[in-house]
């Protein structure tokens, strides 16, 4: 398979309201590798959510082409968008998007659950514990999320995005409700996959935390500002 996870080509978005045409992304190009890590500053209102989600098949984009693995994704039916949508991008949101009523281990578990072809339960039980081991919340498995910290609760989300071995996981403001120590824990758990192969691409406005990826691109005004800064390692 190529090594290429994510091709966009000059991708643009246009929301139209009554009297209102907002340009919110043009001519977006992006390639990302597999075992990139890749993070997309800029200040609010300069299209980040925006390009997250239709990298997430979210939303479409207005003009442009987009391929994931090598796939035409630029012109799906809903149903097209969703099961790729499902077997190929983990998610990670600012609010963490567990449900309370589930313990950890059923949380993580539950993507492999939707699976088209569901796992048996030994191979469930064997790769969510994997993936709590992954993020250092193995001794939490039987928790309900309610009982964790937040940074605690991210790892766990964290885990659940990694759980149907995604072609890439995209990460909208990891940080943001967690205090400075528990959100360097987070970003911790972020390098540590990357340096084990995961592709990562992170939409943050902390510089601090944008710094920390190999490949960043800053958006302003719905448009890239700089040439990527390549990896040096
Ligand atoms: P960021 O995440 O960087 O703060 P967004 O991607 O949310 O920026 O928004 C980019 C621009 O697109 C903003 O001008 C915003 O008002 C506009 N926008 C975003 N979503 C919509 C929408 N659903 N309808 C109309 N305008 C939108
Ligand atoms: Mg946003």
Sequence with gaps: MSDIKIKMNNISKVFETD???THALQNINITIKAGDYVSIS???GCGKSTLLSILGLLDMPSG???????VNVTDLSLDQAAEIRNSKIGFIFQSFNLIDELSVFDNVALPLRYKAKVPSDKEIATRVAECLELVGMSHRSSHKPNQLSGGQQQ????ARALVAKPAILLVDEPTGNLDSKSGDQVMDVLEKLNDNGTTICMVTHDPRYADMAKTQL???DG??????????A
Excluded: D, K
């Excluded at 442009?64 to 090598?70: A, H, L, T, V």
């Design 19 to 21: 009297e209102l045409e």
């Design 155 to 158: 790892r766990i989300a964290i």
């Design 218 to 220: 800053r958006l302003l």
């Design 223 to 232: 448009a890239i500002l700089t040439t990527p800064r390549l990896a040096t």
């Design 42 to 44: 800029g200040p609010s």
């Design 64 to 70: 442009g082409e987009y391929e994931i693995e090598g």
